[in-house]
């Protein structure tokens, strides 16, 4: 159990012992006074009674401690199986740690990001309203999970995100007695990377998605190449990538720019040049000198919608 589980478990076990003390003392003390003198009955049922409730609130202690106890650990389990915890707003959920790809610390302007508007938004927003699931694949550094992050948070905006962080995390989350409880109209199950995921997918996790206590929407990326090793795969995964198939709606995101695209990037960075795509001037390289971007600063505003919001895992 975590150190976040184990403060309150432990403030919990301190007040049970602290109440078990006290009734242990009252009982002391009753039987002294019995023993002194001949009580008449009414002074005998008082007795008889201030036992009995001494008894009930240590019962009542214990029961508490006990819900106390498996609340941690369930928070604490939740917490190691997503990556946001309390769920987040789509729309306020820190990209960094969805999987969008840091960017590059030279970049300018230093601090907010400006989400450039692909050709297919508006089809993937309309897709993200009616359908089940929906998967975005296109070569590395496309803005894959950029886009389809910003596109959920515009078409699903009172959505709560469920970022597993695995396949195992998956299978666990679904496995979950009683089921996660979103508290909202609708939630989005993020699988960044769908090909991590495949061992916690199938026929029957799918009829579990779909049985949902609310309204859920998968929202799956995943490189060109693995999605075509998916599809033409053999064995268990073959069975994975049929119900995906059947499904998905799948869009394609290039790298290159349209026209238009191309216009509206080099009016949001100043001295860019795109014609290699969005990644290749966006992305960090792994190889740059500059200092960090600080985690306050890489969670500023970066949605063009002019919400201006923080974009937290805090939710």
Same mark, same amino acid.
């Given at each position: ?40 009955? &009414?002074? !005998? ?21 006990? =819900? ?7 928070? *604490? ?10 769920? $987040? ?9 969805? %999987? ?7 970049l300018r302007p230093p601090i907010a990001a400006p989400y450039v ?8 927003? @309309?897709?993200?309203?009616?359908? $089940? ?5 296109? $070569?590395? +550094? ?7 992050? @910003? ?13 597993? !962080?695995? %396949?195992?995390?998956? %299978? ?21 990377? #769908?090909?991590?995921?495949?061992? %916690? #997918?199938?026929?029957? +996790? ?9 309204? #859920? ?10 999605y075509e090793a998916l599809l033409a795969a053999s064995g268990e ?8 198939? &059947? ?16 216009? =509206?990037? =080099?009016?949001?960075? =100043?001295?860019?040049?795109?014609? @290699? ?12 000198? @500059? $200092?960090?971007? *600080?985690?306050?600063?890489?969670? &500023?505003?970066?949605?063009? !919608?002019g919400s201006g919001r923080s974009r937290s895992c805090g939710g």
């Amino acid at each position: 159990m975590s150190r976040r589980a184990r403060v309150p478990a432990a403030r919990a076990g301190a007040a049970t012992l602290a109440t078990a003390a006290v009734t242990v003392g009252i009982l002391q003390v009753l039987q002294q006074i019995v023993g002194a003198f001949d009580p008449r009955p &009414a002074v !005998t049922a008082l007795l008889i009674a201030s036992v009995a409730l001494a008894t009930l609130a240590l019962e009542r202690g214990r029961v508490r401690r006990r =819900e106390h106890q498996a609340q941690a650990s369930r928070e *604490a389990q939740l917490s190691e199986m997503l990556r946001c915890w309390p769920l $987040p707003l789509v729309g306020d959920a820190d990209p960094y740690r969805l %999987g969008v790809f840091p960017r590059r610390r030279a970049l300018r302007p230093p601090i907010a990001a400006p989400y450039v508007r692909r050709q297919l938004d508006d089809r993937l927003e @309309e897709a993200l309203k009616e359908s $089940p699931f929906v998967l975005v694949f296109g $070569p590395p +550094r496309a803005g894959k999970s950029r886009t389809a992050l @910003e596109c959920a948070g515009r078409a699903l905006r009172d959505a709560r995100l469920i970022a597993p !962080t695995d %396949g195992d995390a998956l %299978g666990e989350l679904l496995a979950l007695d009683p089921p996660l409880e979103p508290h909202a109209s609708h939630a989005v199950l993020w699988l960044d990377g #769908l090909e991590r995921f495949l061992g %916690g #997918l199938g026929d029957e +996790r799918f009829d579990a998605l779909a049985a949902a206590t609310v309204p #859920l929407t998968v929202v799956a990326t995943i490189r060109t190449t693995d999605y075509e090793a998916l599809l033409a795969a053999s064995g268990e995964t073959a069975e994975a990538a049929k119900e995906i198939a &059947a499904r998905a709606r799948a869009f394609e995101l290039p790298a290159q720019l349209t026209r238009t695209e191309l216009e =509206e990037a =080099e009016g949001a960075y =100043e001295d860019e040049d795109f014609r @290699e795509g969005l990644g290749a001037r966006l992305s960090a390289t792994g190889k740059e000198e @500059e $200092p960090p971007v *600080a985690r306050a600063e890489r969670r &500023a505003p970066i949605s063009t !919608t002019g919400s201006g919001r923080s974009r937290s895992c805090g939710g």
